[in-house]
């Protein structure tokens, strides 16, 4: 007859897990979003890098209406985060014999993992959390904030990482930029890499790369399907019925596109998409890799993995002392001033800091969009959170995949436009949707305290559907 835990051991095993899964994630996106952020630069023919990256956004939308419950009921929590990281892998060695046979099942393959991967790490850390609350006395929610923040300071660690991975191994003897020529980079970059002849690395350096990710990715695998313990079926139970069917969700989001606030939120939520798929595309490929040497993609991206990680922490407080407004109008300002630099700035090589300190504005501004769109939405909608998140991640994702789908055929001056267009009018529909929140926010306010309704189901369900299908970076 097994003994009861005590406390004290129940709490530790809580923790255990918590930094397990928090670990193992930071390894498997060390190499997932070291190696994404080169697939506009590795795979350049035919622009199968992104194309094959709006295969893996549009297989992810997919996904998350059916996968993540089917598979959690059918293996559980635990089992479903080292099966979904296997996806990643599978991922991960087709880059090494990257053509269309290969590359686009495994970037369905990734997409269809996405989603129970990150449904089951966010079920996973709520139901303990939920646990862990009740044995301390603490808050279940603040118990779920500090292990999310747990968790997002390893993940975000993995941007550096994985960056520092690429750089060092893709980092030629001789640092001479890639191209002879800078006609065709930056803005005037229209996809002709024939006359320029962009340098890729060979064969034995790419499987050098993928040999380090795949065994960091492996690891992760292990330790969770060693150490990572299962969640109680009383604990699941009591969770249960905080969750919502698929179906159910589905309907719900459809509906939810009723609200005008929702609808004005579209184009902002679209932005975020475009911007991050700009970064991993068009910055990536057209200004680093083409001006100065696929090795440099890497280099580049640890400035705005380490900015970004500082904003995301951070603006959290300081929107409690300056409002939410004036964040976003300074995102909106820090965008703009990137977009025109990038437009009007001539590339030389004598001004590689240009690079960094664009890199570095742009953790800024995607720290801003990642963190308040997500507290925007549920604070806009905190009677019906899990619909409103399900249309943040979609339209969010439709961003992706348009940005991706369009890349091989534009050239970057164009996309650039476009961009700078999504933003302008993104940021005057936020500023609507803000006029009309204030207008209903007391009445709201009312209801909510004659009622007197518990917002902790909302709450949950808020972190739950924000987590089913999470996007960002996969």
């Not at 003994?3 to 996106?29: D, H, Q, R, W, Y």
Request: proline fraction near 3%; charge should be negative; hydrophobic fraction near 45%.
């Amino acid at each position: 007859m097994a003994v009861p835990m005590s406390e004290a051991g129940e709490k530790t095993k809580c923790m255990k897990n918590i930094i397990l899964i928090s670990m193992s994630f930071m390894f498997v996106f060390t190499a997932f979003q070291g190696l994404s952020r080169l697939q506009s630069s590795l795979h350049v023919d035919e622009g199968m890098g992104v194309i094959c990256s709006s295969v893996l956004y549009g297989a992810l939308v997919l996904s998350c209406l059916v996968t993540p419950h089917f598979l959690i009921n059918l293996i559980g929590h635990k089992w479903t985060i080292p099966l979904s990281f296997c996806g990643y892998i599978l991922w991960m060695a087709a880059n090494g014999y990257g053509v269309w046979y290969t590359m686009v099942p495994a970037s369905i393959i990734v997409g269809f993992a996405a989603a129970p991967l990150w449904t089951a790490q966010c079920s996973y850390f709520t139901i303990v959390a939920s646990r862990y609350a009740k044995i301390t006395g603490d808050d279940e929610t603040a118990v779920v904030t500090r292990f999310f923040g747990i968790f997002f300071c390893f993940f975000q660690v993995a941007s550096v990482t994985g960056s520092v991975i690429s750089t060092t191994i893709l980092k030629p003897d001789d640092t001479t930029a890639g191209n002879t020529s800078l006609d065709f980079c930056g803005i005037n970059d229209c996809g002709n890499y024939n006359e320029t002849e962009l340098k890729k690395p060979d064969s034995e350096t790419v499987w050098t790369m993928l040999g380090i990710y795949i065994g960091i990715a492996a690891l992760a695998v292990l330790m969770v399907a060693v150490f990572v313990d299962p969640l109680d079926k009383e604990l699941i139970a009591e969770n249960q019925e905080r969750q919502t069917e698929p179906l159910q969700l589905l309907i719900s989001t459809v509906k939810h596109l009723r609200h005008k606030s929702q609808l004005l939120l579209i184009p902002i939520t679209m932005y975020s998409g475009f911007e991050q798929s700009f970064y991993s595309a068009e910055f990536s490929k057209s200004f680093v890799a083409c001006g100065f040497g696929i090795w440099q993609v890497g280099l580049v991206t640890i400035p705005f993995g380490i900015v970004n990680a500082i904003v995301s922490f951070s603006t959290g407080r300081l929107v409690e002392k300056t409002g939410r407004i004036p964040i976003f109008v300074f995102g909106f300002m820090v965008d703009v001033a990137i977009q025109c630099t990038l437009r009007f700035w001539v590339l030389d090589r004598d001004q590689e800091w240009v690079l960094f300190l664009m890199a570095s504005m742009w953790g800024i501004t995607d720290g801003i969009w990642q963190t308040q769109l997500n507290a925007l939405v549920g604070s806009i909608f905190t009677n019906e959170s899990e619909a409103a998140f399900a249309n943040y991640r979609l339209f969010e994702s439709l961003g992706f995949i348009i940005a991706f789908a369009y890349s091989q055929y534009l050239c970057t001056e164009i996309k650039l436009y476009i961009l700078s267009g999504v933003l302008v009018l993104g940021f005057l529909g936020y500023i609507a949707a803000e006029i009309l929140s204030k207008h209903t926010e007391k009445n709201t306010m009312q209801i909510a305290s004659i009622t007197g309704k518990d917002s902790s189901q909302e709450k949950y369900g808020a972190v739950n559907a924000g987590c089913q299908a999470e996007t960002k970076d996969l």
